[in-house]
């Protein structure tokens, strides 16, 4: 009976979601939804009294609700809009943010109303979605309003000098393309002591965004403001816009669409190998098979076929500090050559890294192969900071990243600076900023067949090294670890892993932050003179203790008596991504705790071969990138000129133990190494897997 009951409710249940979804005249219908979790508007009555009369006028069914449960794509799929009508602070958790995502994706749309600028801080998607987030008001008073766009429904009523009391918001604005519909005149009002907004300071705009719709009117905290006929016709308007043309046989949503979040359910992480010790980079032969390095000097292979991971050498290599075999790259010529690139630290009196060339055609390595391509001295006194990430872009040329060689451990977090005599492995001056000197760099060269490399076009400093080393293309690095080209536009990649400072000081500069960063072009990026959006640090007198003047990063000039290289440097660049320990205003999605920022690749849906578990198209043109110490994998969404748009959580329903290095395989899924839980030692979650996504789940 129970089963039979079962049966017959979903059939009920389908039967009134088609007269619901598709009745060829069937009436629009919104939600409006009022969660708050901070402060609650008393307004919020009124206003859903209101709107519920404005959108009957309309032709418009209104739902009310405080209740988050009902964002699941079942229940949104009834409605053509969502009205946050006055909410504050996290009202969605994971899944229901991912239901609101796919909602809007699919076509719906989406009304904000005042404090609706005030809720989800730590989402960035939605930040962008409303196009600010509140910072503060002043009293309530009358102002002066300008209507700077009439051909609105939410304006065309509107008087072109609209004055009005209302409690007026400064807002702090996250996304550059929506369009603005009314600004206050920042002279007409007393902003008490709060800082004013920017002028012209809009307070309502529309956009088209995700493959939704947006309205948002910062309008609205007073009671009063529903019996104004004016604002009334605002609010209407702004419905009528979030709706759209939802009526008949074609408003469905269509959750079909490429740029629709997929069920994040769908992702599955298959372990190919575990209880791996320090796993560093990996790369995948044109036959399939995945190559993978550990820090010890192991080079191995696993066999998809096979479903087995066998070694192919063990290098003898220095694996003190943070030295090692840190680098892998397969040649974009492998079928024909059989080539493959290994950076690593050789055990020999001298300090110096490796960046060398082998022949692997089957197993054992073939050692007497190799070939020195570029050698580049450190010193072995003191740690840190080795990068060593190796990967080729486009046209063949291969980059390889480079750390600042330079202990971190007695400048209090701060900028590494130590210009005393006997001091030089603590100043990063002779290393990132030095223009003679290989460490604290990206390079970039094109291999030459007789084991060579040639200096391609386009480098910081020309051929000759008149200037500096012509290899270098990025310099200004402090640890750039994990590094990734797009094949597509050539944009290089890294991931910056940044000082320790826990706070700021006025004396010795910026909290240290971690960097994703993205170079187009050749460049200086700031270390050890800034950090993260060109925060500057003081310069610092570590003899006398004695704080300096700030460095400038227009003109960054490198005095250091252990620079061999220029001292007028290039502008510093800022960071793409930036976040510290604690919570990052600018990059919420990110958390807190500790850092080590990594990049992976861009995903290009197009080119690879479709397969079953192919990553869905819904990540094509995002940029992947991970963070080590919080074991979290993020997609980045750049606009059409490769700005950032914002990023979410990339599989947040899989466990990750400090993803490490990620690729594109054949077939469209990741391959991803974890490092796993302890440092500087085998760990049994060390892993070699592969990331797929499975439709039917």
């Not at 008393?42 to 009369?53: D, G, H, R, S, V």
């Not at 990068?387 to 990243?401: K, Q, R, V």
């Not at 220029?566 to 919570?583: E, G, N, V």
């Not at 919420?588 to 990553?615: C, M, N, W």
Request: some cysteine; hydrophobic content about 35%.
């Amino acid at each position: 009976m129970k089963i039979i009951l079962s049966i017959l409710g979903a059939v009920i249940l389908v039967i009134g979601l088609y007269f619901i979804w598709a009745q060829p005249d069937r009436e629009a219908r919104v939600l409006l939804f009022s969660k708050t979790t901070t402060f609650y508007h008393q307004t919020i009555p009124t206003a859903q009294e209101a709107l519920t009369k404005i959108a009957t006028e309309n032709g418009i069914v209104a739902d009310t609700t405080t209740d988050a449960d009902l964002f699941t794509d079942d229940h949104l799929r009834l409605y053509d809009a969502v009205i946050f009508l006055y909410t504050t602070g996290d009202v969605l958790d994971e899944a229901q943010q991912e239901a609101f995502m796919r909602f809007i994706q699919a076509g719906g749309g989406y009304m904000g109303i005042h404090s609706a600028s005030d809720t989800e801080f730590s989402w960035p998607w939605y930040g962008r979605l409303v196009g600010g987030y509140f910072i503060n008001h002043p009293a309530i008073q009358e102002a002066v309003l300008s209507v700077v766009d009439a051909n609105h429904p939410s304006t065309r009523s509107l008087p072109q000098i609209w004055t009005r009391t209302d409690e007026w918001y400064n807002i702090r604005y996250t996304n550059p393309d929506v369009n603005v519909l009314i600004t206050i005149d920042e002279s007409s009002y007393d902003p008490a002591d709060h800082e004013p907004g920017p002028d012209p300071h809009p307070l309502s705009w529309y956009h088209e965004f995700d493959g939704g719709r947006s309205f948002y009117t910062a309008l609205g905290h007073v009671e009063e403001s529903y019996s104004e006929p004016l604002f009334r016709d605002h609010i209407s308007g702004g419905l009528r816009y979030a709706v759209g043309d939802r009526k008949g046989a074609d408003s469905e949503l269509d959750y079909d669409r490429p740029g629709v979040l997929p069920s994040q359910t769908g992702f599955q992480k298959i372990v190919l190998d575990e209880n791996l010790n320090e796993p560093m980079e990996l790369d995948q032969l044109p036959d399939g098979r995945i190559l993978f390095i550990e820090r010890r000097g192991d080079l191995k292979v696993y066999d998809p076929e096979m479903g087995r991971t066998d070694l192919i050498t063990t290098l003898d290599v220095y694996s003190e500090l943070e030295d090692g075999l840190l680098g892998l790259a397969v040649d974009p010529g492998y079928e024909r050559n059989r080539w493959i690139y290994l950076y690593y630290a050789p055990p020999i009196n001298e300090s110096k890294q490796f960046l060398s060339r082998f022949t692997l055609d089957g197993a054992p390595l073939s050692l007497h192969s190799e070939s020195v391509i570029l050698e580049v001295e450190t010193q072995r006194v003191e740690c840190c900071h080795s990068g060593g990430s190796l990967e080729f872009g486009p046209e063949g040329l291969l980059y390889l990243s480079t750390g600042d060689n330079t202990n971190p451990f007695a400048s209090d977090g701060f900028s590494p600076i130590d210009e005393q005599a006997g001091r030089s492995p603590w100043d990063a001056q002779r290393s990132s900023a030095n223009s003679n000197d290989l460490r604290g760099k990206i390079l970039r060269v094109q291999p030459s067949d007789d084991g060579g490399y040639v200096i391609p076009d386009g480098n910081l400093f020309p051929p000759g090294g008149s200037e500096g080393r012509p290899e270098i293309y990025i310099m200004g690095n402090r640890n750039p670890f994990r590094i990734s080209i797009d094949s597509h536009t050539s944009f290089l990649y890294w991931g910056e892993v940044g000082p320790d400072a826990t706070e700021s000081d006025s004396e010795r500069g910026p909290k240290g932050h971690d960097e994703i960063n993205q170079a187009r072009g050749p460049g200086f990026y700031g270390w050890p003179y800034f950090v993260a959006n060109n925060k500057p640090y003081v310069d610092f007198d570590f003899a006398d203790r004695r704080s300096l003047s700030p460095f400038d990063a227009q003109h960054p000039i490198n005095r250091s008596p252990n620079n061999t290289g220029l001292q007028t440097l290039p502008s510093a660049q800022p960071a793409f991504i930036w976040y510290p320990y604690d919570a990052s205003p600018e990059f919420p999605l990110v958390g807190e705790g500790g850092r080590t920022a990594l990049a992976g690749p861009v995903y290009y849906f197009d080119d690879y071969e479709k397969s079953d578990h192919q990553i869905p198209q819904y990540y094509d043109g995002k940029l992947i990138i991970y963070e080590w110490m919080r074991h979290l994998i993020f997609a980045v969404t750049m606009d059409g000129t490769g700005d950032y748009a914002y990023m979410e959580r990339f599989a947040p329903h899989v466990e990750f133990s400090r993803p490490m290095d990620m690729i594109i395989g054949l077939g469209g899924v990741f391959y991803l190494l974890e490092y796993g839980t302890n440092w500087n030692t085998r760990n049994p979650d060390a892993r070699l897997v592969r990331i797929e996504f499975d439709s039917s789940r």
